[in-house]
């Protein structure tokens, strides 16, 4: 076993980051919100997911956010990828595609926001649906990138 290191801790922060964003989107989809719409009526129900809807979102652009920047940038600079390396077979363009995927995840988030704030149920839920399978698969992606 190896021993812990700075780069194990940063890396450590970073997925812990991913299990909370991820996790707590799996909690909301498919524990919280569905009891809420079971036990509450349908004004307390509004009330309530908008409010944990705030919540995670600013917890998101506040800690989640700038932790997994922060720290994916670090890992990035500590294997010393570059934008051309991000083109090159392998880690590069594996890591592409975890960046890639995670910002459209980002901004169906952001988007998922925004419909719910304008009363656009319909579109709010496809797009919660697609910041959920998208962060599933920037996971994905990050168990096929090697550990620093």
């Known amino acids: 076993m190896g021993s812990v290191n700075l780069w194990s801790l940063v890396r450590f922060t970073h997925v812990i980051g991913a299990v909370v964003w991820v996790g707590g989107q799996l909690a909301l989809s498919v524990v919280v919100l569905p009891l809420g719409r079971r036990l509450l009526d349908?004004?307390?129900?509004?009330r309530f997911s908008a409010a944990a809807g705030r919540r995670f979102g600013m917890l998101t652009g506040a800690i989640f956010l700038p932790l997994q920047l922060g720290t994916g940038w670090a890992?990035?600079?500590?294997?010393?990828v570059t934008w051309a390396s991000l083109g090159e077979p392998g880690y590069g363009r594996t890591l592409a595609t975890k960046l890639g995927l995670f910002v459209v995840v980002m901004l169906a988030a952001a988007a998922h926001g925004w419909a719910h704030a304008k009363g656009r149920a319909e579109l709010a839920k496809a797009l919660a649906v697609v910041s959920l399978v998208g962060s599933l698969g920037v996971v994905l992606l990050a168990t096929a990138l090697p550990a620093t």
């Open 42 to 46: 349908s004004e307390a129900f509004a």
């Open 75 to 80: 890992i990035a600079w500590h294997k010393g």
